[in-house]
């Protein structure tokens, strides 16, 4: 359910963010698609690294990496989805060519990438974490703002800063859709 409703939230700012920077509306999907799949690799990480209460060790953090690497992998299998494949693998990726898993930098990552790691960081610090409670979303805002150009690429904070004022409506009712989907039954 957490993967769920994280992955629902991702692509909700995904999409907000390929608008505000002009995609088409099929770039627009392959975006929508691939945020919503970004985290399908954590099948393949064990429960207990990722509802792991304290810090991860130096080996957990490895085998949580992984999941990017894992999803490429199901994805690619797919003709559809090769594209979405791509851009699930580098969402970890970094602008100073720090991030994982192949330590590919700046332009070398697909625009699409980048936007769901600014989408993803930005869910993972306003979301409550086994290990610690979510900040605010001004202290996101500002956390996204202070690694631009290191960690997260300049265009997409600069996307993300001006849907500012949008963005918490998106967000409340993206939580309205997921609470919806969570009151369905589940198929015997």
Do not use: N
């Amino acid at each position: 359910p957490f993967t769920f409703s994280h992955s629902w939230r991702v692509a909700e700012v995904s999409v907000l963010l390929g608008k505000k920077m002009g995609f088409s509306p099929p770039r627009l999907a392959e975006l929508h698609h691939a945020a919503h799949l970004h985290d399908i690799g954590k099948i393949g990480v064990p429960d207990r690294v990722l509802l792991k209460e304290g810090p991860l060790t130096k080996d957990e953090y490895g085998e949580m990496q992984q999941h990017s690497e894992k999803g490429f992998s199901i994805l690619r299998r797919f003709p559809p989805l090769r594209d979405i494949a791509k851009m699930v693998l580098y969402h970890h990726e970094r602008m100073d060519g720090k991030g994982y898993p192949q330590g590919i930098s700046g332009e070398e990552i697909p625009l699409e990438s980048r936007i769901i790691g600014v989408a993803d960081a930005f869910d993972a610090i306003t979301s409550d974490r086994p290990y610690r409670k979510g900040r605010s979303l001004s202290e996101a805002f500002e956390e996204i703002q202070r690694h631009r150009g290191t960690q997260f690429c300049p265009k997409t904070v600069d996307a993300l800063l001006e849907l500012r004022q949008v963005l918490p409506e998106h967000l409340r009712r993206a939580d309205e859709e997921i609470r919806s989907f969570e009151k369905l039954p589940l198929l015997p």
